[in-house]
Every structure is written in C-alpha cells, then in structure tokens.
C-alpha cells in the first residue's frame, strides 16, 4: 500500500542563532589561515582545523558533559555543520567520528570504550573511519567476509577493507566483521562491529587514489590481525542491526547538498549585483532547489531528533541532494564556461575543476542511487 511522504516543517529556534553566529566567528578566523573555500570539504584532513574545532567546544556537541560533549541540541549541531560546509572548511579529520562513531559509541559501546574514546573525539584529537566496504560488496553489504575467529583474549581479524575515507590520517576504523560464517538463509545474521586501532600489527593501509589524483580513500589488508575483546562493539552477532543504525546518521545530512556549495558562492560573486537574465534564471534555480534541499533535511533533522525513523525522507533527501551538486558544475558552465584546472589561479576555474571531478562519486558513497531508489520505493510500499 502506497504510504505517503512526510516532511513537517521546521523552524530552527533562537538558540541556533546563537551559536550561528559564534561558529561564523571562529571560521572567519579560520579563513584568515586559510582553511576555507573547499569543494567537499569533508574529504579535506587538516588536524589542527580539527583540534581547534574541538578546543572551542563545536565537536561532540550533542554528546554528555561527562564525555567531553556540549549538552547541545541536535538541531544546533546542525547549523554548526552546515556553516562549516558553506564555508569549505576542512572537516575531514574530524567528521566520521563526530557523525557516526562517538555516536555509535555512546548507544552500543561500553562505558570503558565511552571514556577512553570520546572525549578525545570532542577534543578533535582522535579520527575515526568506516570499514564497511569490501572489494566485492559494496552495496551488497551482507557479502562482507572479512573475518574475526575467536582467540585467547580476543579475536584474528583477516580479510580487506576497500574505499575507506581517511584511514591513513584516522587513530581507529569501526568495522563490520563476520563472526559466524554466512548462512544463505539469513545473510543478515552472524556479524560484528569491533573497534580497531589502526596502529595495530597485521594491518597493511594500501592508497587508493581517486579521480582528482588525491588520496582520500584507501585498501586495508588484515592478516591475523589481533582485536582485544574489549574492543567488540556492542553484542557479538548484532552488527547488523548496529551498523544499519549508524547508517541513520549518514544520508539527510548538510553534506548531501553542500559539497559543491563553493562552486555557486564564486558563480554568484562573479555574476555580480547586475545579472542577465539567463544568470537570473540560473542563479534562481539553483538557489530555489538549494532551500527546498534544506528545508527537506532540517525536516528529517527534526524527526531524527524526536526519535522517529524517516528511511524514505532521509533517502530522498541524499538522491535529490547529490543530484543537485551535480547540477551546480553544469549549470554554472552555461554562464561561465572557463578551462577548468585544478591549478588555475581563478578561483572559478580551480573550483569547477575540483567540483567535476568530485561530483561523481557523490552518488555513490553513503549508498548508490539505485539502492536508495529501491529503499524509497520499499518505504513508500510501492516494491
Ligand atoms: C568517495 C567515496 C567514499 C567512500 N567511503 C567509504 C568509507 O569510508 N567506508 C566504506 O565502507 N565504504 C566507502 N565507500 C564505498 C561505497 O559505500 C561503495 O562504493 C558503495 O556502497 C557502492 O558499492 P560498490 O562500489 O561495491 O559498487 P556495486 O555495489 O558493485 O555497484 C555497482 C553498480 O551497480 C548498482 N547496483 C548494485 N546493486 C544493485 C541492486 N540491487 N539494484 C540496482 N542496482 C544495483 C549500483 O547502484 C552501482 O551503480 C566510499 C565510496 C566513495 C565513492
């Protein structure tokens, strides 16, 4: 049965103004360094953007005091986010574990993993990355086969990771690991999320270089890797439930919608105040797609924060999103069309160049188009 979409609107509250204005405070000082002006600047590793990040209290906002946390609300998180984004900062160091691991964290994992992790994660000194992805499974996740066999104190983990954002900068990987072999009649049985420590003996991180010629995703081998048993996250044959949870925080977010976000900031800057009509027409549809994006997601923001499930919502959000940071390099080609380099001291050209070369993995990464369509169309009762 046909089950209908829902995106109640939301008006952020006055609070978040507050904080809006002390985080344009701090990036400004950030541009002042230099930090600023990224196409997806999640996929960008400075470490002291981050630890000042942390120093002035902006990450781990949500989380409780006790574990270095700010006690703040979802929807503050939020501006905070997406006026780093707007601003290209370089969160990437950062942005896993203050998205999805702490969290993850402070709903399945102990209270010693809680203590010894989190806090460093709020002081932006501790990164993490996602071990999912496997050489062949992808968006067949449950293929997974990489590995964990029980050992004296702990477990051997053999197997490879594949597209994993920032494993060389990161201190730890979260990974969904198999630790009873596959039963065809239930593929979702049988895994595990553990915490590694990427220093580890038995890991090898091999770089894998993107379509920008940049190192932003690597291969880990694991051979006979050791992982304590403290370092299981939440209960042994539950990773799938876990791991489905954490994905809850990945796809409605600001980033869906803002990786391209610089290319139109330099558009609209060298349109000028006196726009042709066709630049008019230009500028005021990618504006117009722009907030609507947003209101959709501040929407989900809002059912996320009151503990609802939004698996439709959040999933159209992310297709239409990445989809529109598409657009932006296409549609803005029609009013400039410069020689796009990435070495090209215009601006314009440099952020062109880096945003073409960026915007196709945008639909890829966080869950593909077609199994985002296919999750919508489960959601709405239409497959
Ligand atoms: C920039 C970037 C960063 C990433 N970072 C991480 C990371 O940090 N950690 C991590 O674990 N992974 C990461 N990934 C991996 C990402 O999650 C996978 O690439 C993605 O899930 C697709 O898997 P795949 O590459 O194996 O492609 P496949 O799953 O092989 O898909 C290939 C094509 O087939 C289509 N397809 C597959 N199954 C179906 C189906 N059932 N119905 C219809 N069409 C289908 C897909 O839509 C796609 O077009 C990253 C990817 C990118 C691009």
């Not at 103004?17 to 360094?33: D, G, P, T, V, Y």
């Not at 349109?271 to 549809?285: F, K, L, M, S």
């Not at 117009?288 to 939004?310: C, F, N």
């Not at 869950?367 to 959601?379: D, F, K, P, Q, V």
Request: proline share 5%.
């Amino acid at each position: 049965m046909f089950q209908g979409l829902n995106f109640p609107p939301l008006d952020l509250p006055p609070e978040c103004e507050e904080i809006r204005q002390e985080i344009r405070a701090f990036l400004a000082e950030e541009k002042a360094r230099g930090n600023a002006g990224n196409i997806e600047a999640m996929a960008r590793y400075t470490p002291e953007y981050s630890q000042r990040l942390g120093q002035a209290g902006f990450i781990g906002l949500t989380w409780p005091k006790q574990y270095g946390g700010h006690e703040r609300t979802a929807l503050e998180r939020y501006v905070v986010t997406e006026e780093m984004l707007s601003a290209g900062a370089p969160t990437g160091c950062h942005w896993i574990a203050d998205r999805q691991s702490g969290p993850l964290l402070l709903k399945y994992g102990t209270e010693e993993q809680r203590q010894k992790i989190l806090p460093g994660i709020a002081a932006g000194e501790l990164y993490f990355c996602i071990g999912m992805s496997e050489p062949n499974s992808g968006s067949d996740l449950a293929g997974a086969q990489t590995r964990a066999t029980k050992t004296d104190g702990g477990w051997l983990l053999n197997g490879t990771k594949l597209w994993t954002s920032g494993a060389h900068v990161c201190h730890y990987m979260v990974a969904l690991v198999r630790t009873s072999p596959l039963d065809p009649e239930n593929r979702h049985a049988g895994f595990s999320q553990m915490l590694i420590d990427l220093s580890s003996d038995g890991i090898e991180i091999n770089p894998v270089i993107n379509l920008s010629g940049e190192h932003h995703f690597n291969e880990e081998v694991f051979t006979d890797c050791f992982v304590p048993d403290d370092c299981v996250i939440g209960e042994i044959g539950d990773g799938w439930n876990q791991v489905m949870s954490e994905l809850g925080y990945e796809r409605s977010g600001p980033e869906r919608f803002l990786s391209t976000f610089q290319l139109f900031a330099e558009l609209v800057e060298a349109v000028g105040d006196n726009p042709t009509d066709h630049e008019a027409q230009v500028i005021g549809r990618l504006s117009s797609q722009l907030i609507t994006l947003r209101q959709m997601s501040l929407s989900v923001a809002g059912m996320l924060g009151e503990a609802k499930v939004p698996v439709a919502e959040s999933a159209i959000v992310k297709d239409l999103g990445t989809n529109y940071c598409k657009l932006v390099p296409e549609f803005s080609r029609t009013i400039i069309d410069t020689m796009p380099s990435q070495k090209s001291a215009d601006l314009y050209a440099a952020k062109m160049a880096s945003a073409i070369l960026t915007v196709p993995s945008l639909t890829i990464q966080g869950g593909t188009r077609e199994i985002l369509r296919g999750m919508i169309a489960r959601s709405l009762g239409m497959r």
